[in-house]
């Protein structure tokens, strides 16, 4: 690669930054304009079905199953935290 290369000049480095600059642009804005595409063809509310609601309602319910542990872990270390500090453990001597 160019830019490990110490014997590289200056204007070689600027060269491959700018092939790489208008490499990412190019790719930003294709992937951009075909997202958009995507996003504006047949997505109004009249024309989502049934399955579609059901895909939602199963995405909202495993959203829900997930949160009930987390609400409980959540409580669990809240209640840790605000409990009093427990003594050290002495060893008895004989």
């Known amino acids: ?9 200056l204007e070689q480095k600027e060269d491959a930054m700018k ?3 208008l490499r990412t642009a190019a790719a930003l804005f294709t992937v951009g304009a075909s997202s958009a595409y995507a996003a504006t063809a047949g997505s109004t509310v009249e024309e ?12 909202a319910f495993v959203i829900m199953v997930q ?10 270390v809240i209640k840790g935290l605000a409990a009093p500090a ?4 002495s060893v008895a001597k004989h």
């Not at 989502?48 to 995405?59: D, E, K, R």
């Not at 427990?86 to 453990?89: F, I, R, Y």
């Open 48 to 59: 989502a079905g049934p399955l579609v609601w059901a895909l939602i309602g199963f995405g």
């Open 86 to 89: 427990e003594k050290p453990a």
């Open 19 to 21: 092939g790489t600059l």
């Open 1 to 9: 690669m160019l830019m490990y290369n110490q014997n590289v000049s």
């Open 67 to 76: 949160a009930i542990p987390a609400l409980i872990m959540l409580y669990s």
